[in-house]
């Protein structure tokens, strides 16, 4: 199996590559999108400021063919808000895959970013987490999340609900770190590549 880890200049590349590595993967870390189609997965890994992000992506060429990929998509923390149309932060313009808008966390008085374990509520039945109980904890870390929209398949509550997994035909995005979360997240991501 081959599996693309996209590194844009700001992604947390070398954790999934780790995690990967664990489940008896050997992921490539790509930094241009001229062989993306030669991949079976494709892992998008952010990290850092949407705007920054973007640009990077854009800079890269990677919009394009990111927009027409059909084999499997994983898009991790800052990769799960990008595939929204526009995120709050830096007034961004994303991939604009899902409808909507990812907007700051407003949780006062609790902290932000949201950093810790917190348990996700799965909505209906999902691939990505076969086989690991419902609300299972897994590690966030993040300032933006999210709505609750149609394609979502995941929930969790900081102080508000927000997705914190979704799901649109080949794209899956997960606002938490599986790279971060022990034995839960190691068998996130090898459910992932089982798809």
């Not at 780790?18 to 892992?43: T, W």
Request: glycine share 10%; charged share 20%.
């Amino acid at each position: 199996m081959k599996i693309a880890l996209i590194d844009y200049g700001g992604g947390n590349v070398m954790s999934v590559k780790n995690a990967l590595l664990r489940i008896g993967q050997s992921p490539q870390i790509i930094r241009s999108p001229e062989n993306l189609f030669q991949f079976d997965k494709v892992i998008f890994p952010g990290q850092g400021a949407a705007g920054q992000a973007m640009k990077a992506l854009i800079e890269r060429e990677f919009i394009n063919p990111l927009q027409y990929l059909t084999v499997p998509f994983l898009g991790i923390c800052l990769g799960l808000q990008l595939l929204f149309e526009r995120s709050e932060e830096n007034e961004t313009e994303g991939l604009g895959l899902v409808q909507g808008c990812t907007k700051r966390l407003t949780s006062e008085p609790l902290k932000i970013p949201h950093m810790g374990w917190n348990a996700v509520k799965y909505l209906g039945k999902n691939p990505l987490f076969e086989g690991i109980p419902d609300e299972s904890y897994f590690y966030f870390v993040h300032s933006f999340a999210a709505p609750i929209i149609e394609e979502t398949c995941g929930i969790t509550f900081y102080d508000t609900p927000f997705s914190s997994a979704i799901q649109k035909n080949n794209f899956f995005g997960v606002q938490f770190h599986p790279e971060k979360s022990g034995e839960v997240g190691l068998r996130l991501l090898n459910n992932f590549l089982q798809l």
